[in-house]
């Protein structure tokens, strides 16, 4: 199934932050998108992540280690690890793979 990132509904969760997501099985994959410093906050849930970056700049922490990354990088992220995310000065889009699936129960808890 190709999925056009563009046709799907956005969300914004936080100031300068949008968010489009598509489903698959096993797995739910979303699209970032951060403005020029914009903040997604600390937090966590029970899904597992893998981040890859597409473009721009990306200051990542996930529990007390804070990674600078840039287009091409990947990073994991364990289930229910505390992590948060700051874009550079020119802002940044990655993809963020969850698994398993995110359901509408799916908790993220702020921390």
Known sequence: ?????SSLEQRQPHVGVRVA??????FTASRYEL??????P?????DEKVLVVLSGELIF???????ALKPGDVL??????P???????????FLALAVPRRTSSHAIEYV
């Open 42 to 46: 600390r937090h966590r849930h029970g």
């Open 61 to 67: 922490t996930v529990g007390s280690e804070v990674t």
């Open 1 to 5: 199934m190709r999925v056009d990132w």
């Open 21 to 26: 997501a598509v489903d698959g099985a096993g």
């Open 83 to 93: 992590h948060e995310g700051l874009a550079g000065a020119s802002g940044a889009l």
């Open 35 to 40: 403005g020029p410093g914009a903040r997604f």
């Open 76 to 81: 994991l992220v364990a289930s229910n690890e």
